[in-house]
């Protein structure tokens, strides 16, 4: 018997770049660190709303 193959890389990387290496998207909570919780859930709201009536 032969020995089995653990691993193999071979056209992993080009396969990686095909459609680019992309940065992970942050949650909207954390884009905004120290903002009035107040607030931004009013802009929530008032976005949800405007959609609404399109």
Known sequence: MSKSKVHTSRGNCKKNHKNGIKKCR??????RPGMNQKYIR???HARVGTLAKE
């Not at 942050?26 to 884009?31: G, V």
Request: glycine residues 0%.
């Open 26 to 31: 942050l949650p909207e909570n954390a884009r």
């Open 42 to 44: 009013n802009v929530h």
